[in-house]
Protein backbone atom coordinates (compact mmCIF):
# COMPACT_ATOMS: atom_id res chain seq x y z
CA UNK A 1 0.00 0.00 0.00
CA UNK A 2 2.90 2.82 0.94
CA UNK A 3 5.28 1.42 -2.67
CA UNK A 4 6.57 3.83 -4.95
CA UNK A 5 4.25 4.68 -7.75
CA UNK A 6 4.63 2.95 -10.86
CA UNK A 7 2.73 3.38 -14.21
CA UNK A 8 2.17 -0.44 -15.23
CA UNK A 9 -1.16 0.32 -17.27
CA UNK A 10 -3.58 3.12 -17.10
CA UNK A 11 -6.45 0.90 -15.56
CA UNK A 12 -3.63 -0.10 -12.89
CA UNK A 13 -4.06 3.67 -12.14
CA UNK A 14 -7.55 3.93 -11.61
CA UNK A 15 -7.85 1.03 -9.60
CA UNK A 16 -5.49 2.82 -6.86
CA UNK A 17 -8.57 4.55 -5.61
CA UNK A 18 -11.06 1.99 -6.50
CA UNK A 19 -9.28 -0.24 -4.32
CA UNK A 20 -8.52 1.58 -0.95
CA UNK A 21 -11.71 2.30 -1.14
CA UNK A 22 -13.40 -0.99 -2.05
CA UNK A 23 -11.00 -2.45 0.95
CA UNK A 24 -12.76 0.32 3.18
CA UNK A 25 -15.73 -0.89 2.27
CA UNK A 26 -14.99 -4.47 2.85
CA UNK A 27 -13.87 -3.46 6.16
CA UNK A 28 -17.00 -1.93 7.05
CA UNK A 29 -18.46 -5.33 6.47
CA UNK A 30 -16.14 -7.42 8.10
CA UNK A 31 -15.24 -5.30 10.80
CA UNK A 32 -18.67 -4.34 11.55
CA UNK A 33 -18.89 -6.79 15.44
CA UNK A 34 -16.68 -6.99 18.30
CA UNK A 35 -16.86 -10.44 18.23
CA UNK A 36 -14.48 -10.02 14.43
CA UNK A 37 -12.52 -7.10 16.81
CA UNK A 38 -11.73 -9.81 19.62
CA UNK A 39 -10.07 -12.31 17.41
CA UNK A 40 -7.27 -9.55 16.71
CA UNK A 41 -5.71 -10.54 20.55
CA UNK A 42 -6.00 -13.67 23.28
CA UNK A 43 -7.85 -11.15 25.47
CA UNK A 44 -9.91 -7.49 25.14
CA UNK A 45 -7.33 -5.47 26.35
CA UNK A 46 -4.62 -7.40 24.25
CA UNK A 47 -7.11 -7.32 21.24
CA UNK A 48 -7.51 -3.58 21.40
CA UNK A 49 -3.57 -2.64 21.30
CA UNK A 50 -3.44 -4.86 18.48
CA UNK A 51 -6.03 -2.98 16.89
CA UNK A 52 -4.46 0.20 17.61
CA UNK A 53 -1.20 -0.64 16.35
CA UNK A 54 -2.91 -2.53 12.92
CA UNK A 55 -5.19 0.24 11.70
CA UNK A 56 -2.45 3.13 13.44
CA UNK A 57 0.22 1.24 11.79
CA UNK A 58 -1.29 1.44 8.21
CA UNK A 59 -2.67 5.28 9.16
CA UNK A 60 0.24 6.60 9.49
CA UNK A 61 1.74 6.29 6.30
CA UNK A 62 -0.90 8.65 4.37
CA UNK A 63 0.05 11.06 7.50
CA UNK A 64 1.36 14.15 5.96
CA UNK A 65 3.96 12.44 3.48
CA UNK A 66 8.03 13.67 2.78
CA UNK A 67 10.35 12.28 0.76
CA UNK A 68 14.16 12.57 0.81
CA UNK A 69 15.51 14.28 -2.29
CA UNK A 70 16.85 11.38 -3.88
CA UNK A 71 13.32 9.89 -3.83
CA UNK A 72 11.48 12.87 -5.13
CA UNK A 73 13.82 13.00 -8.33
CA UNK A 74 13.96 9.08 -8.25
CA UNK A 75 9.61 9.06 -8.10
CA UNK A 76 9.25 10.73 -11.20
CA UNK A 77 11.85 9.77 -13.15
CA UNK A 78 10.42 5.55 -12.23
CA UNK A 79 6.57 6.87 -12.82
CA UNK A 80 7.80 7.96 -16.00
CA UNK A 81 9.68 5.40 -17.29
CA UNK A 82 8.64 2.09 -15.59
CA UNK A 83 7.62 0.53 -19.20
CA UNK A 84 10.74 2.08 -20.57
CA UNK A 85 13.73 1.15 -17.91
CA UNK A 86 16.21 1.96 -21.05
CA UNK A 87 16.11 5.49 -19.97
CA UNK A 88 16.75 4.88 -16.17
CA UNK A 89 19.54 2.03 -16.00
CA UNK A 90 22.27 4.55 -16.45
CA UNK A 91 20.06 7.06 -14.41
CA UNK A 92 22.51 7.17 -10.80
CA UNK A 93 20.29 9.95 -9.46
CA UNK A 94 17.57 7.15 -9.52
CA UNK A 95 19.31 3.72 -7.75
CA UNK A 96 20.57 3.59 -4.48
CA UNK A 97 22.82 0.24 -5.30
CA UNK A 98 23.99 -0.90 -8.53
CA UNK A 99 25.85 -4.23 -9.99
CA UNK A 100 26.97 -5.47 -13.42
CA UNK A 101 23.01 -6.83 -14.38
CA UNK A 102 21.08 -5.30 -11.48
CA UNK A 103 20.31 -2.05 -10.24
CA UNK A 104 18.40 -1.52 -6.62
CA UNK A 105 16.55 1.33 -5.07
CA UNK A 106 15.77 0.71 -1.29
CA UNK A 107 13.59 2.74 0.50
CA UNK A 108 13.13 3.19 4.73
CA UNK A 109 9.67 4.81 5.52
CA UNK A 110 9.16 6.04 8.79
CA UNK A 111 6.85 8.21 11.13
CA UNK A 112 8.00 10.36 13.81
CA UNK A 113 4.16 11.22 15.29
CA UNK A 114 3.76 14.03 12.95
CA UNK A 115 4.25 13.38 9.35
CA UNK A 116 5.49 10.41 7.30
CA UNK A 117 9.06 10.05 5.80
CA UNK A 118 10.30 8.60 2.65
CA UNK A 119 14.34 8.02 2.80
CA UNK A 120 15.78 6.49 -0.27
CA UNK A 121 19.21 4.82 1.37
CA UNK A 122 21.50 2.02 0.25
CA UNK A 123 21.12 0.26 3.56
CA UNK A 124 17.38 0.10 5.23
CA UNK A 125 16.98 -2.14 8.19
CA UNK A 126 13.69 -4.42 8.95
CA UNK A 127 10.92 -2.41 10.36
CA UNK A 128 10.58 -2.66 13.95
CA UNK A 129 7.59 -0.57 15.13
CA UNK A 130 3.87 0.27 13.73
CA UNK A 131 4.00 2.11 10.58
CA UNK A 132 7.87 1.36 9.74
CA UNK A 133 8.34 -0.07 6.24
CA UNK A 134 11.21 -1.34 4.15
CA UNK A 135 10.66 -1.45 0.32
CA UNK A 136 12.98 -2.69 -2.81
CA UNK A 137 12.99 -2.35 -5.70
CA UNK A 138 15.19 -4.18 -8.22
CA UNK A 139 15.61 -4.09 -11.87
CA UNK A 140 17.25 -6.88 -14.44
CA UNK A 141 18.43 -6.22 -17.37
CA UNK A 142 17.51 -9.50 -19.41
CA UNK A 143 19.59 -9.96 -22.55
CA UNK A 144 20.40 -7.26 -25.56
CA UNK A 145 16.85 -6.83 -26.86
CA UNK A 146 14.82 -4.66 -24.88
CA UNK A 147 13.59 -7.11 -21.78
CA UNK A 148 13.79 -6.23 -18.40
CA UNK A 149 12.38 -7.59 -14.94
CA UNK A 150 10.78 -5.56 -12.06
CA UNK A 151 10.46 -7.37 -8.80
CA UNK A 152 9.69 -5.33 -6.00
CA UNK A 153 9.09 -5.82 -2.63
CA UNK A 154 7.06 -4.54 0.38
CA UNK A 155 7.83 -4.96 4.29
CA UNK A 156 5.04 -3.04 6.40
CA UNK A 157 4.91 -3.01 10.27
CA UNK A 158 1.42 -3.34 11.61
CA UNK A 159 1.99 -4.15 15.68
CA UNK A 160 2.07 -7.71 16.92
CA UNK A 161 -1.20 -9.08 16.02
CA UNK A 162 -0.46 -12.48 14.88
CA UNK A 163 -1.70 -13.44 11.21
CA UNK A 164 -3.32 -16.02 11.90
CA UNK A 165 -5.54 -14.11 14.69
CA UNK A 166 -6.38 -11.37 11.67
CA UNK A 167 -7.42 -13.46 9.53
CA UNK A 168 -9.73 -15.45 11.97
CA UNK A 169 -11.01 -11.72 12.46
CA UNK A 170 -11.88 -11.37 9.06
CA UNK A 171 -13.39 -14.85 9.05
CA UNK A 172 -15.73 -13.57 12.07
CA UNK A 173 -16.73 -10.13 10.44
CA UNK A 174 -17.69 -12.03 7.05
CA UNK A 175 -19.93 -14.28 9.04
CA UNK A 176 -21.89 -11.48 10.95
CA UNK A 177 -23.11 -11.06 7.16
CA UNK A 178 -25.10 -13.71 7.51
CA UNK A 179 -27.35 -12.12 9.74
CA UNK A 180 -30.67 -12.36 9.67
CA UNK A 181 -31.91 -8.75 9.01
CA UNK A 182 -32.56 -8.10 5.70
CA UNK A 183 -31.14 -4.75 5.32
CA UNK A 184 -27.57 -4.32 7.11
CA UNK A 185 -26.64 -0.97 6.60
CA UNK A 186 -28.15 0.38 10.18
CA UNK A 187 -25.63 -2.48 11.19
CA UNK A 188 -22.89 -1.30 9.13
CA UNK A 189 -24.13 2.56 10.20
CA UNK A 190 -24.13 1.89 13.66
CA UNK A 191 -21.25 -0.63 14.22
CA UNK A 192 -18.85 1.60 13.17
CA UNK A 193 -20.18 5.04 12.82
CA UNK A 194 -17.15 6.96 12.38
CA UNK A 195 -15.77 4.85 9.69
CA UNK A 196 -19.09 5.19 8.05
CA UNK A 197 -19.05 8.85 8.53
CA UNK A 198 -15.23 8.97 6.53
CA UNK A 199 -16.18 6.76 4.00
CA UNK A 200 -19.33 8.49 3.55
CA UNK A 201 -17.76 11.49 2.21
CA UNK A 202 -17.17 9.88 -0.76
CA UNK A 203 -19.37 6.82 -1.25
CA UNK A 204 -23.14 6.84 -0.25
CA UNK A 205 -24.11 3.09 0.77
CA UNK A 206 -26.94 2.42 -1.10
CA UNK A 207 -27.77 -1.47 -0.06
CA UNK A 208 -26.59 -3.84 1.84
CA UNK A 209 -29.10 -7.18 1.70
CA UNK A 210 -29.06 -10.49 3.14
CA UNK A 211 -30.68 -12.73 1.51
CA UNK A 212 -31.61 -15.80 2.67
CA UNK A 213 -31.95 -19.58 0.86
CA UNK A 214 -33.38 -23.03 1.95
CA UNK A 215 -29.80 -24.32 3.17
CA UNK A 216 -29.48 -21.79 5.70
CA UNK A 217 -27.02 -19.61 4.03
CA UNK A 218 -27.54 -16.03 2.45
CA UNK A 219 -27.04 -14.26 -0.31
CA UNK A 220 -25.43 -10.97 0.28
CA UNK A 221 -25.42 -7.88 -2.20
CA UNK A 222 -23.68 -4.45 -1.68
CA UNK A 223 -24.15 -1.42 -3.56
CA UNK A 224 -22.24 1.86 -2.83
CA UNK A 225 -22.18 4.98 -5.26
CA UNK A 226 -18.99 7.28 -5.74
CA UNK A 227 -20.15 11.16 -4.99
CA UNK A 228 -17.53 13.46 -4.96
CA UNK A 229 -20.26 16.18 -3.44
CA UNK A 230 -19.89 16.51 -0.01
CA UNK A 231 -16.10 15.41 -0.65
CA UNK A 232 -15.46 18.84 -2.71
CA UNK A 233 -16.13 21.16 0.45
CA UNK A 234 -13.35 19.80 1.88
CA UNK A 235 -10.56 17.83 -0.85
CA UNK A 236 -11.50 19.52 -3.76
CA UNK A 237 -8.56 18.35 -5.80
CA UNK A 238 -9.03 14.37 -5.03
CA UNK A 239 -12.53 14.97 -6.22
CA UNK A 240 -11.68 16.42 -8.74
CA UNK A 241 -9.28 13.01 -9.38
CA UNK A 242 -11.75 11.12 -9.04
CA UNK A 243 -14.25 12.34 -11.22
CA UNK A 244 -11.53 12.73 -14.16
CA UNK A 245 -10.35 9.23 -13.82
CA UNK A 246 -12.50 6.93 -11.96
CA UNK A 247 -16.08 8.38 -13.36
CA UNK A 248 -15.85 6.99 -16.36
CA UNK A 249 -13.85 3.62 -15.46
CA UNK A 250 -15.03 -0.25 -15.70
CA UNK A 251 -14.33 -2.61 -14.02
CA UNK A 252 -15.11 -6.18 -12.96
CA UNK A 253 -13.44 -8.74 -10.91
CA UNK A 254 -14.90 -12.64 -10.11
CA UNK A 255 -13.04 -15.20 -8.12
CA UNK A 256 -14.67 -18.63 -10.01
CA UNK A 257 -13.16 -21.76 -10.79
CA UNK A 258 -11.03 -22.53 -13.96
CA UNK A 259 -14.05 -23.08 -16.39
CA UNK A 260 -15.44 -19.99 -15.28
CA UNK A 261 -18.75 -22.04 -14.07
CA UNK A 262 -18.27 -21.55 -10.36
CA UNK A 263 -17.96 -18.33 -8.62
CA UNK A 264 -17.30 -17.08 -5.37
CA UNK A 265 -17.35 -13.43 -5.10
CA UNK A 266 -17.63 -10.96 -7.88
CA UNK A 267 -17.08 -7.11 -7.53
CA UNK A 268 -18.23 -4.73 -10.25
CA UNK A 269 -17.65 -0.96 -10.95
CA UNK A 270 -19.60 0.60 -13.32
CA UNK A 271 -21.61 4.01 -13.98
CA UNK A 272 -20.35 5.44 -10.34
CA UNK A 273 -21.49 2.08 -8.36
CA UNK A 274 -19.43 -0.23 -6.74
CA UNK A 275 -21.23 -3.86 -6.65
CA UNK A 276 -20.34 -6.61 -4.17
CA UNK A 277 -22.00 -9.65 -4.67
CA UNK A 278 -21.43 -12.98 -2.24
CA UNK A 279 -22.57 -15.85 -0.40
CA UNK A 280 -21.87 -17.15 2.68
CA UNK A 281 -23.07 -18.90 5.94
CA UNK A 282 -22.74 -19.10 10.03
CA UNK A 283 -18.98 -20.11 9.94
CA UNK A 284 -17.99 -16.76 7.39
CA UNK A 285 -16.90 -19.50 4.45
CA UNK A 286 -17.26 -17.46 1.40
CA UNK A 287 -19.76 -20.31 -0.70
CA UNK A 288 -20.67 -20.69 -4.91
CA UNK A 289 -22.68 -18.05 -5.27
CA UNK A 290 -25.44 -20.51 -7.72
CA UNK A 291 -26.11 -24.29 -6.85
CA UNK A 292 -25.09 -26.24 -3.55
CA UNK A 293 -23.01 -24.55 -0.77
CA UNK A 294 -19.31 -25.36 -2.42
CA UNK A 295 -16.83 -23.36 0.08
CA UNK A 296 -13.99 -21.92 -1.93
CA UNK A 297 -10.88 -23.74 -2.32
CA UNK A 298 -7.57 -22.39 -1.79
CA UNK A 299 -6.42 -22.50 -5.84
CA UNK A 300 -9.50 -19.98 -7.87
CA UNK A 301 -9.15 -17.77 -10.74
CA UNK A 302 -9.21 -13.98 -9.96
CA UNK A 303 -10.59 -12.70 -13.54
CA UNK A 304 -10.57 -8.79 -14.40
CA UNK A 305 -11.81 -6.83 -17.02
CA UNK A 306 -11.09 -2.99 -16.85
CA UNK A 307 -11.90 -0.11 -19.24
CA UNK A 308 -11.19 3.68 -19.24
CA UNK A 309 -12.44 6.42 -21.26
CA UNK A 310 -9.71 8.21 -22.21
CA UNK A 311 -10.60 11.38 -24.74
CA UNK A 312 -12.40 9.77 -27.19
CA UNK A 313 -11.08 6.23 -26.77
CA UNK A 314 -12.00 3.50 -24.44
CA UNK A 315 -8.50 1.58 -23.41
CA UNK A 316 -8.26 -1.33 -21.07
CA UNK A 317 -8.36 -4.91 -21.33
CA UNK A 318 -10.65 -7.91 -20.53
CA UNK A 319 -10.29 -11.54 -19.51
CA UNK A 320 -7.21 -11.02 -17.80
CA UNK A 321 -7.11 -14.31 -15.85
CA UNK A 322 -5.15 -15.24 -12.80
CA UNK A 323 -4.56 -18.21 -10.53
CA UNK A 324 -5.41 -16.97 -7.10
CA UNK A 325 -3.53 -19.70 -4.48
CA UNK A 326 -4.32 -18.78 -0.53
CA UNK A 327 -0.93 -18.99 1.84
CA UNK A 328 -2.03 -20.65 4.65
CA UNK A 329 1.67 -21.00 6.51
CA UNK A 330 1.87 -21.13 10.45
CA UNK A 331 3.01 -17.63 10.49
CA UNK A 332 1.56 -16.73 7.35
CA UNK A 333 -1.64 -15.77 5.70
CA UNK A 334 -2.65 -14.51 2.40
CA UNK A 335 -2.39 -15.02 -1.32
CA UNK A 336 -0.53 -15.13 -4.31
CA UNK A 337 -1.70 -14.71 -7.87
CA UNK A 338 0.17 -14.86 -10.73
CA UNK A 339 -0.99 -14.26 -14.49
CA UNK A 340 0.17 -16.37 -17.18
CA UNK A 341 -2.47 -15.39 -19.89
CA UNK A 342 -2.82 -12.29 -21.95
CA UNK A 343 -6.13 -10.27 -21.88
CA UNK A 344 -7.89 -8.88 -24.72
CA UNK A 345 -6.33 -5.65 -25.12
CA UNK A 346 -9.00 -2.72 -25.90
CA UNK A 347 -6.05 -0.26 -28.08
CA UNK A 348 -7.51 2.48 -30.37
CA UNK A 349 -7.22 0.92 -33.81
CA UNK A 350 -5.06 3.64 -35.35
CA UNK A 351 -2.71 3.33 -31.91
CA UNK A 352 -2.77 -0.66 -32.61
CA UNK A 353 -1.66 -0.06 -36.54
CA UNK A 354 0.81 2.45 -36.42
CA UNK A 355 2.83 1.44 -33.53
CA UNK A 356 5.22 -2.20 -33.50
CA UNK A 357 5.67 -4.44 -30.64
CA UNK A 358 3.28 -6.68 -28.19
CA UNK A 359 1.86 -5.87 -24.78
CA UNK A 360 1.96 -9.59 -24.11
CA UNK A 361 5.93 -10.09 -22.36
CA UNK A 362 4.39 -9.62 -18.64
CA UNK A 363 2.33 -13.00 -18.92
CA UNK A 364 4.73 -14.99 -20.91
CA UNK A 365 7.12 -17.77 -18.76
CA UNK A 366 6.89 -17.21 -15.29
CA UNK A 367 4.27 -15.00 -15.89
CA UNK A 368 3.72 -12.18 -13.31
CA UNK A 369 2.92 -12.32 -9.51
CA UNK A 370 1.64 -10.68 -7.13
CA UNK A 371 2.44 -11.30 -3.13
CA UNK A 372 -0.24 -10.02 -0.44
CA UNK A 373 0.36 -11.26 2.50
CA UNK A 374 0.70 -11.05 6.49
CA UNK A 375 3.40 -12.36 8.36
CA UNK A 376 4.73 -12.49 11.72
CA UNK A 377 8.82 -11.89 12.05
CA UNK A 378 10.88 -13.51 15.00
CA UNK A 379 11.24 -9.53 16.01
CA UNK A 380 7.88 -9.44 17.10
CA UNK A 381 6.73 -7.63 14.79
CA UNK A 382 3.80 -8.40 12.07
CA UNK A 383 4.36 -7.49 8.70
CA UNK A 384 2.15 -6.77 5.99
CA UNK A 385 4.28 -8.07 2.82
CA UNK A 386 3.88 -7.65 -0.86
CA UNK A 387 5.75 -8.75 -3.57
CA UNK A 388 5.44 -7.86 -7.12
CA UNK A 389 7.44 -9.48 -9.93
CA UNK A 390 6.68 -8.33 -14.00
CA UNK A 391 8.99 -8.75 -16.82
CA UNK A 392 8.72 -5.64 -19.32
CA UNK A 393 9.52 -5.81 -22.83
CA UNK A 394 10.42 -2.30 -24.43
CA UNK A 395 8.10 -1.11 -27.74
CA UNK A 396 6.53 1.53 -29.20
CA UNK A 397 2.70 0.67 -28.30
CA UNK A 398 3.98 -0.10 -24.63
CA UNK A 399 5.35 3.19 -24.64
CA UNK A 400 2.36 4.30 -25.28
CA UNK A 401 0.26 2.78 -22.72
CA UNK A 402 3.17 3.80 -20.17
CA UNK A 403 2.19 7.53 -21.60
CA UNK A 404 -1.04 7.48 -20.35
CA UNK A 405 -0.29 5.64 -16.99
CA UNK A 406 2.30 8.91 -16.93
CA UNK A 407 -0.41 11.56 -17.73
CA UNK A 408 -2.63 9.87 -14.95
CA UNK A 409 -0.27 9.91 -12.44
CA UNK A 410 0.39 13.53 -13.33
CA UNK A 411 -2.86 14.32 -12.80
CA UNK A 412 -2.71 12.46 -9.14
CA UNK A 413 0.61 14.64 -8.05
CA UNK A 414 0.03 17.23 -6.07
CA UNK A 415 -2.81 18.50 -4.12
CA UNK A 416 -4.66 15.07 -5.08
CA UNK A 417 -2.15 13.30 -3.96
CA UNK A 418 -1.97 14.84 -0.57
CA UNK A 419 -5.71 14.97 0.25
CA UNK A 420 -6.23 11.42 -0.90
CA UNK A 421 -3.63 10.65 1.58
CA UNK A 422 -5.72 12.53 3.65
CA UNK A 423 -9.08 10.89 3.07
CA UNK A 424 -6.86 7.55 3.72
CA UNK A 425 -5.53 8.93 7.45
CA UNK A 426 -8.90 9.36 8.56
CA UNK A 427 -10.58 6.34 7.53
CA UNK A 428 -8.23 4.32 8.86
CA UNK A 429 -7.72 6.02 12.39
CA UNK A 430 -12.15 6.41 12.39
CA UNK A 431 -12.09 2.28 11.75
CA UNK A 432 -9.24 2.29 15.00
CA UNK A 433 -11.11 4.48 17.42
CA UNK A 434 -14.37 2.48 16.34
CA UNK A 435 -13.04 -1.21 16.95
CA UNK A 436 -10.94 0.22 20.08
CA UNK A 437 -14.13 1.60 21.15
CA UNK A 438 -15.93 -1.56 20.97
CA UNK A 439 -13.52 -3.89 22.89
CA UNK A 440 -13.00 -1.03 25.61
CA UNK A 441 -16.46 -2.31 26.95
CA UNK A 442 -15.18 -5.74 26.50
CA UNK A 443 -12.13 -5.37 28.44
CA UNK A 444 -13.87 -3.10 31.46
CA UNK A 445 -16.49 -6.08 31.82
CA UNK A 446 -13.33 -8.77 31.89
CA UNK A 447 -12.09 -6.77 34.43
CA UNK A 448 -15.17 -6.62 36.63
CA UNK A 449 -15.74 -10.52 36.64
CA UNK A 450 -14.79 -12.60 39.58
Known amino acids: MSEPRRSHSLPAETSRIARPLTAALACLAVASCDGAARAFGPSPAAARAHVEDFFGGLGVRFVDVQRNAKFTTARGKLARHALSPSKVWGDTSVWTGQAAST ?3 QLEGSSDGRRYTFRAASDVPAPDKPGDARHVMRLARMGGDGEWQWNTAVEHAVGRARAGDVASAMTLGIAQLARPQADLRPVLRTGLPRTAAALGRLLTLEEARSTPLADGSRVVDIRARFETGRLKATMPAFAAYVEKWVHPSKMAFALTDARGSARWLELRLRDDVLTVRLRTRADGALLALDGPARPMPDTVQLRTDARIHYMVFDVGMDQLVGEMTAVRGAHERGWNVRWRRAPEWHIPLGVRHLMSGTLNRPFEAEG ?9 SDAGQTLLVRRFD ?45 LGATLTGAAATATAEP
Open 103 to 105: RTL
Open 390 to 434: VAVKESAIVRWFGALGSRAMDDFSGRAEVEENRFLAELLFAMRAD
Open 368 to 376: MLLRLALRD
